[in-house]
């Protein structure tokens, strides 16, 4: 099982290290399963209206979208949020 390097925009760290602790656990413990190329053990779905590369990560209402390289094996957390504001 290959290991992704994960990268997370600024932004969204910032708004991952605002969260109540529950919250940011959950989150952190789904990137690392990410990171450690455990896609089964996530609700992932990928996103057919836009960018090729684009993956939703469902934790709790939290909707996390990342870009996933193959080729270079990274993953790129480009946006979080609450389930109903993340697509906007």
């Not at 684009?54 to 193959?70: A, N, Q, W």
Request: one cysteine or more.
């Amino acid at each position: 099982m290959p290991k992704y390097s994960l990268t997370i925009k600024n932004k969204v760290e910032k708004y991952i290290l605002s969260l109540p602790v529950s919250d940011k656990n959950r989150i952190f413990d789904k990137l690392l399963l990410l990171s450690i190329g455990s896609f089964e053990l996530c609700d992932i779905k990928k996103m057919h209206w836009s960018n090729p590369l684009l993956y939703r990560l469902r934790v709790g209402d939290f909707r996390i979208i990342y870009e996933k390289h193959d080729d270079r094996l990274i993953i790129v957390v480009v946006k979080i949020w609450s389930r109903g504001d993340v697509y906007k």
